[in-house]
């Protein structure tokens, strides 16, 4: 009777866990801004990471209708994933905008001048050790973006990122990355987008074997961890529930 019980349990929990690894949910926060422009106040970021062998989900489609750019925090594939699919979910994403790409360590499963060359078809705009410009109304922010820190070369040097008086948003795609910045870097930033982690992926209460997703303050600089949207090994979460991002840009000046 008792080993009945086990199994029925346990079929339960793993069926929980693949629900789990195949949600799609999206989470909506509001973040203040000190250095935001007024004339970018309640503009949207879609932010998107760790993708690996799933297929984006239509369920995104309200939550990408209201976003002004769409992000994609690495990780957009792992090893044995077709190349049809990584471009059908680009395309899936790109119709609602402007999408923008960081390089996460599984992404160097492809050659990485096959993807590039994908991306670039597909126009998407790749933050590899780089910042572009966003105006609206005479007012500029910046989005920047280093190479992954596992597999490649980040250097935020090579970024360029602007002064501390204008607005930054970084996306790397391992968050351990901030540990390599000092503080005359970090001041420069308003706010950094990460994933990698999977929020731990399989959480045992407070144990997983990577840190949990949240935001996090890294200095006085807004930081995410996502748990991400797909799941790398096995298609199993517990505890650390698959997401996405819906994150509405306020300014300070106007709150």
């Known amino acids: 009777m008792l080993g009945m019980i086990a199994a029925a349990a346990s079929a339960v929990l793993i069926g929980w866990m693949i629900y789990e690894a195949h949600s799609s949910r999206v989470i909506e926060k509001t973040i203040v801004l000190d250095t935001l422009p007024q004339t970018f106040d309640g503009k949207k970021i879609f932010f998107v990471s760790d993708i690996h062998r799933r297929k984006i989900s239509s369920m995104f489609n309200e939550a990408l209708k209201q976003s002004d750019w769409i992000f994609i925090g690495g990780d957009l594939l792992e ?14 994403l790109r119709q609602f905008g402007s999408v923008y790409f960081v390089f996460g360590n599984n992404d160097y499963d ?13 126009q998407v705009v790749v933050l590899e050790n780089r910042t ?20 490649g070369t980040p250097n935020l040097n090579a970024a360029c990122i602007p002064s501390k008086e204008e607005c930054t948003i970084l ?5 351990d990355f901030v540990n390599h910045m000092d503080q005359s870097q970090l001041s420069k930033l308003s706010l950094i987008l990460s994933g990698h982690t999977h929020g731990g992926q399989i959480r045992i209460g407070p144990f997983g074997i990577r840190q949990k997703g949240g935001w996090y303050n890294v200095s006085g600089v807004p930081l995410l961890i996502s748990n991400g949207y797909g799941a790398t090994h096995l298609p199993l979460r517990l505890c650390a529930k698959s997401q996405s991002h819906l994150i509405m840009l306020k300014a300070k000046s106007l709150h």
Request: net charge negative; hydrophobic share 35%.
């Open 79 to 92: 090893r044995g994933v077709p190349k049809k699919r990584v471009q059908e979910n680009i395309r899936m």
């Open 110 to 122: 492809m050659r990485k001048e096959e993807l590039l060359s994908l991306l670039e078809q597909e």
């Open 132 to 151: 572009v410009k966003e105006t609206i109304g005479g007012h500029s922010i910046y989005f920047a973006g280093v190479d992954d820190l596992a597999e």
């Open 171 to 175: 996306m790397v795609h391992n968050p």
